[in-house]
């Protein structure tokens, strides 16, 4: 399943717990201009809370962002594993 950018950082903050913006970036393959636009975004629609500890941004999720992260991760997980049984 190809997930978007702002699943992939809900499933990383996941996997990964509590993270900076510039890890989640390096992580999901963005540059930190767009890992902090898509974090911003998230943060709009109550999926990640972020605590600023100068210098540092920690962005993790809600109980909300956890949901439809475990969602979305086992929706991929489901579909990965029906795509290696057809090979």
Do not use: Y
């Amino acid at each position: 399943m190809f997930l978007t950018i702002k699943q992939k950082i809900l499933v990383t903050l996941l996997e990964e717990g509590p993270l900076q913006n510039s890890d989640i970036a390096k992580r999901v393959g963005i540059t930190e201009q767009w890992c902090s636009e898509m974090i911003n975004a998230l943060h709009m629609e109550g999926l990640i809370e972020s605590q600023i500890i100068t210098p540092r941004r920690i962005n993790k999720l809600t109980n909300r962002g956890s949901e439809v992260a475990k969602h979305l991760k086992g929706i991929s997980e489901n579909i990965t594993g029906q795509i290696d049984t057809t090979k």
